[in-house]
């Protein structure tokens, strides 16, 4: 009747509504963690910029507690799937079928999981060594680099079609890194000596630099080779994780997660046993633990982005996070931004606008106003 028609369809724009704010909380809080994790590692630096505890242990933390995290969640749509149960489905993503919280999982299916283990434990603890070469708006910028070797990954693996004025994205794209590259110091500034406070060219702010060399931007060449490696490992692990949990389409992205992070936690602890013989909470402070906890809810989010929509949209927040760092670095470690960022940053957003043509590609060519978790799909109604 016209009634019930109009009742579904009121039921289904509220529907619509609420999954657009959860996917838009999803995203913000995703931006949010990804632009401040640089800051909070620059904060935990010791005077002379050294990392004060082993990347290795903070990793294997990581893992352990996004490990911990999935748990819960597989357990309960276990128990929704039983016959038994009075719950709902708890459903994340646009399904055609039931999710299946375990499954048929061959010791194959499972084993896949373990090549993106390996390579987010490489990149994880190059993110950390990366904060003793560069400042944090430039390691933000700089990780923008994801998006040439993502997208070029995603044609070779995945087979989407890049268009010509996506090409001329990417190459604006390695410009700006090259601007805020050329712009910026090489080397760190020597700050053995300490200015005089009685003197006559005592200046507060460069005080605080010489105590925070984050204060001032800077690029080693070490810096740049290994972020250059960091961005094609970062690419790779992210198509991959994309292409295995899509292949398995009524599987829970809890249950694929919690696989992944068994292995991460299997290999990051032989890691740390391997490089510092046990799991040290040597020089860790209650930022650290920060980090630990919203790197840990980052991954589970990063897991739904990539099981129901794609790697660009991750892309998107990187680039995005990108002013966050520079804010938040510049209001907490006083960091002088110059020139050369400003240009770099105008060319990256220029670059994503020319990327996504001011759209965000989602599963099935949907744009983001039909991007839902829990939408049903109008035949289904």
Known sequence: THTQHTHTRTMGSA?????????????????????SHSVLLALCKDPDGSIPFRSASVVTLQELLKLVLCLPAVALQQYQASPSSP????????????????????????????????????????????????????????CNMKIGTTALLHRLLIGTR???????????????????????????????????????????????????????????????????????????????????MKRRTHSSVFMQSAILYSFGVIINTLTALWTDGTISLQGFSGLTWVIIVTQAVNGLLYSIIMKHANNFLRLFIIAGAMLISAGLAHWLLALAIGQPFFVSGGLVLLAGMLFYNSRLVCPAGRTLPNFSVLRQRKHEV
Request: charged content about 10%; glycine content about 8%.
């Open 162 to 244: 890049i268009t010509t004025v996506q090409y001329v994205a990417l190459v604006l794209l390695a410009v700006a890194g090259a601007v805020n590259t050329l712009g910026t110091d090489r080397r760190r500034r020597n700050f053995d000596a300490l200015p005089d406070q009685h003197g006559d060219f005592y200046d507060e702010r460069f005080f605080f630099a010489a105590l925070h060399p984050d204060s001032t931007m800077f690029i080693t060449q070490l810096g740049l080779l290994v972020m250059l490696g960091y961005c094609c490992i970062s690419g790779l692990s992210g198509v991959y994780t994309e292409r295995i």
């Open 15 to 35: 529907r619509e509504a609420v999954n657009l704010l959860l996917w838009a909380g999803l995203v913000v809080s995703s931006l949010a963690i990804t632009g």
């Open 87 to 142: 719950l709902p489905q708890l459903s994340v993503g646009n399904k055609s079928g039931p999710v299946r919280a375990c499954g048929d999982w061959t010791p194959l299916a499972v084993g896949l999981y373990s090549v993106p283990a390996v390579l987010y434990a490489i990149n994880n603890n190059l993110a950390v060594f990366l904060q003793t070469q560069m400042d944090p708006a430039s390691f933000q910028l700089l």
